[in-house]
């Protein structure tokens, strides 16, 4: 009996490691995260840790006063998102993402970047 519920413990344990996995989260960003750059990018490019769904993904960038500065054109492929951004002038820039990973879990997140 014991033995049968550490067996059955080890087993829970792993699926909520793998549930756990299946959550999108950030990888990497271009822009990249909170970094400093000269010329105003076209775009704001996410890489996430898992594959999403592209009907509930999105991606959106807001001014200092929270005037959102996107095309509203969220694109995904595979575990990268893309949106285009209007002609962006200096300041700081206020990144918002929201994924579903194909296990339909829901992440979301945030982080700036600065145009010089
Ligand atoms: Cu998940």
Redesign the pocket.
Known sequence: MNKTHSILALIISFVFVG??????FLDHAEPKVGSTIHDPPSQVTVWMT?NLEGAFSSLQVFDVKGVEVDKKDTRVNGATMAVSLKKLSAGTYHVSWQAV?T???R?SGTFDFTIQ
């Open positions: 549930s756990a996995e299946a959550h999108a898992e990973a296990d339909t879990h992440t």
